[in-house]
């Protein structure tokens, strides 16, 4: 095991403020805190950093000294820029959301927004991304950017970020948005907040204010990056609003080649796989009937797709029913699974979670049929319908069934 040098541990007990209370001493999950001839000090072989004594001390007596790590000249860099993720040659429909929310934050900073491409005969790409909002497109079309790969992808952006110094970089929290921008962080020595839900500029100080869910979606998070840039942040599919396309927005392509030691890569694509368990995509699907524990077993899943297929609509699902492989993990719904927006969302045996609202909450309509009168779906839904789901939705099936075939 790693042991780490416990002298440097940059935790301290403020002796002129400490009262002596004791809370803390309770707090430590380590027994880390004792007293030692009348005073508190912080046993530093035990100490994990954890933090818990620090909020918990109500003289503000506990701190943990951040060492503070500032890139130089925060005022070198400028402008938006969202990654312009594709795959097969098209841009996913994430970036358009970014986009939208790009632009307002470039407008309030009175900055560029520009779209990174990066891809192989893409330029097609690039002029409907000036259309939905880019100033400039940074277009990199190489053989061996066709498909993402980790290696020459992160080269590339960190290559572009140290010639052009964005002062914001914006993805998608896709599989692949995730996968690239944990790397390029780390490679440009940045911070990066994962998964926000807003995103806006602080009028004092023109920093990204950058908010999220955490503690298992209990609070909201307010996220700065102060001391280093780019500032880095991704979001979900269907949490932003996309502009309307706009067919008169003239905008620049700018074109960069690069050497091909930075586009090589030490892993090959060798083939595209596409998920066939969903026959309509959760995400895009503007009627999802989703079911949960309340279900009782993986068969009762056909009485929601029976209901689905009514609407021509896709399949969601709560954790647990994902965990327990009811049904596989790409029909999830919620802080782990997928964010939707759908117009109609109908909940079947759901309770209502706030991990699972952070994923369905947007929607237009919800319908909610659960047993409990008090289950927390009810608080959020527009309909409710309090009782027994198996008295309830083979019949409405039928009735929609019927009713829309007329
Ligand atoms: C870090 C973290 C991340 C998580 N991420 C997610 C996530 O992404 N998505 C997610 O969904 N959850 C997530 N969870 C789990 C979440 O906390 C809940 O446990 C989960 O959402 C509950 O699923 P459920 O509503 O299907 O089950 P339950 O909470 O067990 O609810 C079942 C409901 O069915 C009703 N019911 C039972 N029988 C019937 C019947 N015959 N007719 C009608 N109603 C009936 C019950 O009244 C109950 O309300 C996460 C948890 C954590 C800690």
Known sequence: ??????NSLPIRIIEE???LCGICIDSCPVTAIIEEDGILVIDKTLCTLCGICVPICTEGAIIIESEKKITSKLEEYK???VFAEQKRGKVEPVVYELLGKGRELADKLNCNLSAVLLGFTIEEEAEKLIQKGSDTVILIDEPELANYLPEPYTKVLKELSLEYKPEIILAGST???RSLFGRLAVSLSTGLTADCTELD???EDNKL???RPAFGGNIMATIITPNTRPQMATVRHKVMKELSLNKSRRGKVVRKNFSREILSSSTKFIEFVEDLSQQVKLTEADIIVSGGRGLGCPENFKLVQSLADVFCGAVGASRPVVDDGWIPFSHQVGQTGKTVSPKLYIAIGISGSVQHLAGMQSS????AINKDSDAPIFKICDYGIVGDLFDIVPPLTKKLKEALKK
């Open 1 to 6: 095991m790693n042991q780490k040098p416990t």
């Open 209 to 211: 204010i950058q908010t």
């Open 175 to 177: 599989t692949i948005g």
């Open 17 to 19: 403020k400490c009262t």
């Open 364 to 367: 237009e309509i919800i319908v």
């Open 201 to 203: 500029i602080d009028k």
């Open 79 to 81: 402008d938006v820029w």
